[in-house]
């Protein structure tokens, strides 16, 4: 009968619990990089997602309408995600979700267009965008799954999934608070942030589209350090 291996480790001498985390993440380097990317991608949806009533209901004038297309909104984002899933099967989880944002870019462009004359245009804002968005409800979990599938520590893998827990409710907080916060704030005090360009359009158009582009570069760079080819 073998024997088996003696530790020779202590409770002086046994790794602390930041430093088992520090020798993770020297390990696993993709942690905090995915952690970022997930961070920004989330705080630009929910800067659109706190604003969509405002922008619908004031900037174009649809009141009336603001809650049908939140809803049609949703169920285009619903309905892409089997297209996403089966699009997984074949290519890798972060290439699809450089896609994607390149498709709601693409789509939320069409934003400084818009206006209570031709609000139409909207409509296929939102269902481009929608479609986009739709790989964000599978690519957290996925690629989260496949880092820790690397790990065999079980107390490690609760930590960082912890986190992530932590990062999506601290953007959607973080996102809450400035676009809602910031936007009533400018309005009540009559302050208009750039010329030619109304505040709503500062915080619904402007702020979310330079986080997706900072997003963009951001996956892509992940792609080339961690050598991610476009298929599985």
Request: glycine letters at 6%.
């Amino acid at each position: 009968m073998e024997e088996e291996p003696v530790s020779n480790e202590t409770p002086e001498t046994a790794p602390k619990g930041s430093d088992l985390l520090k020798r993770y993440l020297k390990q696993n380097k993709k942690i905090l990089p995915f952690a970022l990317i997930t961070f920004l991608n989330l705080l630009a949806n929910n800067f659109t997602a706190n604003l969509f009533i405002i922008f619908v209901s004031t900037y174009l004038g649809l009141a009336s309408y603001a809650g049908p297309l939140l809803i049609l909104y949703f169920l285009i984002t619903l309905i892409s995600t089997p297209v996403w899933y089966f699009f997984g099967k074949i290519f890798s989880s972060m290439f699809l979700l450089q896609i994607g944002i390149i498709i709601t870019i693409a789509g939320f462009f069409l934003v400084i267009f818009t206006n209570e004359s031709n609000w139409q245009l909207y409509l296929l804002v939102v269902l481009i965008t929608g479609f986009g968005v739709g790989i964000d409800l599978i690519v957290p979990q996925t690629e989260l799954a496949e880092i820790l599938d690397q790990n065999t520590e079980n107390r490690l893998s609760q930590i960082f999934t912890a986190l992530f827990s932590m990062v999506r409710k601290a953007a959607i907080g973080l996102a809450g608070g400035i676009a809602l916060t910031g936007y009533g704030y400018l309005e009540s005090k009559n302050i208009v942030i750039y010329q030619g360009f109304s505040n709503i359009m500062v915080f619904y158009f402007i702020v979310p589209l330079t986080i997706k582009v900072i997003v963009l570069i951001l996956v892509m760079r992940y792609r080339i350090n961690f050598h991610v080819s476009a298929r599985e």
